[in-house]
């Protein structure tokens, strides 16, 4: 027996952390899909199966509008920063203010990111490059993949040095084989808030209440901060 879960990336690491927490009580296992934000609407307006759904907030509350998850199920995981990763043993670069980020992104040799058009880091990301007048010039040197998740375990494989990637904070903490630098500077900085809820049309909605308990409530306070959940 499995809960589907369609999710935005940065909730990866957590939702396989809390497996085998979920499953000892009730036997089912999570089956998750995870990748950009915009690419797990298209999915779940598209008809995928769907128990528990993890997005950012306006998304969730737009989906609740017009009866697509239920609204009363909506709880909050936590507020999530955009950062700057290397791959582990990498110096850190200075990322401290507008000057630092833009010597450290125009020096290096790649940029890892997230899908550009349908990622939230991803947008964000090549946002933060026109900002500093480096996207035309560094254009070339953009690597971008489906997921944040995706994005930094391909960093992670690389032997190539002076790479930088740049995707939400939980993704590189919980991408072994990448460091986490820190978030981007005042000016530059996006954290965005994620919550999970029951879909309308879950096939368990039992199962998917408690999953949704299980990833928002108290018992998983320590993991989601650990993995880069900020909590209100």
Do not use: W
Not at 119 to 129: D, E, P, Q, S
Not at 174 to 186: E, I, N
């Amino acid at each position: 027996m499995n809960v589907e879960l369609l999710s935005a990336g940065a909730a990866k690491g957590l939702v396989e952390a809390l497996q085998p927490a979920f499953r000892a009580p009730t036997g089912a296992d999570v089956h998750g899909t995870f990748g950009a934000v915009g690419a797990i609407r298209e999915q779940l307006l598209a008809g995928a199966p769907c128990d528990v759904l993890v997005l950012t907030q306006p998304m969730l509350d737009e989906l609740a509008r017009d009866g697509t998850i239920i609204g009363d199920t909506i709880a909050r995981l936590g507020t999530v920063a955009t950062g700057i990763a290397v791959r582990s043993g990498e110096v850190f670069p200075a990322i401290a203010d507008r000057a630092q980020l833009r010597a450290a992104l125009a020096a290096a040799q790649g940029l890892y990111c997230p899908d550009p058009e349908r990622a939230t880091a991803g947008i964000h990301f090549v946002k933060v490059l026109r900002q500093l007048d480096l996207y035309p010039g560094v254009a070339s040197r953009l690597r971008s993949f489906p997921s944040g998740a995706i994005a930094m375990r391909e960093l992670a494989q690389t032997e190539q040095a002076g790479l930088l990637g740049c995707t939400q904070v939980t993704e590189i903490r919980y991408t072994r084989g990448v460091d986490l630098v820190g978030p981007l500077p005042p000016g530059f900085e996006l954290a965005t808030v994620y919550s999970a809820a029951v879909c309308s049309n879950a096939r368990q909605p039992e199962l998917a209440q408690k999953l949704v308990a299980l990833l928002t409530g108290p018992d998983a306070e320590p993991l989601r901060r650990a993995g880069g959940f900020e909590q209100a």
